[in-house]
């Protein structure tokens, strides 16, 4: 009687799938080179820079930087397709620092807005006197 493929060894636990170089959860490609991991870009740096800046002592869960780094994707993705729409109103194809700041004060609310515009000024004159 053929033996099967959970043996007496590993009584009770779960195996896990197992690539070509058995190794689990490693994709590899037919001639034995390991799959290259794909980066996930997002902006969990910055938030908890931010964070410190203005709460030096406290923390952030792993699922609260997640929500975090969603509600700033979803802004970005906002500012970026109202700055689009304005500058092909234009007959522009260049989006500038005057399209961003005509789509903040756009999408944000009243008072945000004004903060908002009046940080992004400040950033880029100081970007602008570094060069």
């Not at 493929?5 to 080179?33: E, F, I, Q, V």
């Not at 945000?112 to 940080?119: G, I, N, Q, W």
Request: charge should be positive; aromatic fraction near 6%; glycine fraction near 8%.
């Amino acid at each position: 009687m053929a033996k099967s493929p959970t043996s007496s060894k590993s009584k009770g636990k779960k195996m896990g799938k197992l690539g070509s170089s058995g190794k689990a959860g490693r994709g590899t490609h037919g001639d034995g080179n390991k799959r290259k991991k794909r980066r996930r870009e997002s902006f969990n740096t910055y938030i908890y820079k931010v964070l410190k800046q203005v709460h030096p002592d406290v923390g952030i869960s792993s699922r609260a930087m997640d929500i975090m780094n969603s509600f700033v994707n979803d802004i970005f993705e906002r500012l970026a397709s109202e700055a689009s729409k304005l500058a092909s109103y234009n007959k522009r194809s260049t989006i500038t620092s005057r399209e961003i700041q005509t789509s903040v004060r756009l999408l944000l609310p009243g008072e945000l807005a004004k903060h908002a515009v009046s940080e992004g000024t400040k950033a880029v004159t100081k970007y602008t006197s570094t060069k």
